[in-house]
């Protein structure tokens, strides 16, 4: 596989337009049937709420995030969805879920995670510098439309 990712090209991605893909192999097991491309933005917020849950423990995702850093080289592999002008993810679900959720407690001004107890800052003079990740975006294999 890793041969054919690297024939995609890589582009940063905010992760705001990055939509969670209710049809990801491992989703459809834990949340339902596979779904049309044109429910992508419907379904996404309940997928990320599903997401959060222990059984696929993005917590310790999290926390591996906050202890070690983000590694922006791991493939993240998104398709376009030229309708909503948004990507959507096909392999790295649990990776944007855990980048959302520290998102979330950043953007509402918690210094450290609240969703997941950790006692890095995440804030502006984090070293982790989730400012620039957020800013900046996250580098994604793009699959196309």
């Avoid at 998104?78 to 790295?92: H, I, Q, S, T």
């Avoid at 510098?129 to 996250?138: Q, R």
Wanted: hydrophobic share 35%; aromatic share 8%.
């Amino acid at each position: 596989m890793s041969e054919l990712v690297n024939d995609f090209p890589r582009k940063k991605i905010k992760i705001e337009d990055i939509l969670l893909w209710n049809n990801n192999p491992r989703l459809v097991r834990s949340i339902g049937n596979a779904l049309p491309l044109d429910r992508l933005e419907d379904q996404d917020p309940k997928i990320y709420n599903s997401m959060k849950k222990n059984e696929h423990d993005v917590g310790t995702l999290i926390k591996t995030i906050l202890s070690t850093g983000w590694m922006d080289q791991d493939v993240i592999l998104v398709g376009f969805y030229p309708p909503l002008k948004k990507y959507f993810v096909l392999e790295g679900n649990r990776r944007i879920t855990a980048l959302r959720m520290i998102k979330e407690d950043r953007d509402s001004g918690y210094k450290t995670m609240k969703q997941v107890p950790h006692p890095r800052n995440i804030q502006d003079e984090d070293p982790i510098n989730f400012k620039k990740i957020f800013s900046d975006g996250i580098t994604c294999v793009d699959g196309g439309d």
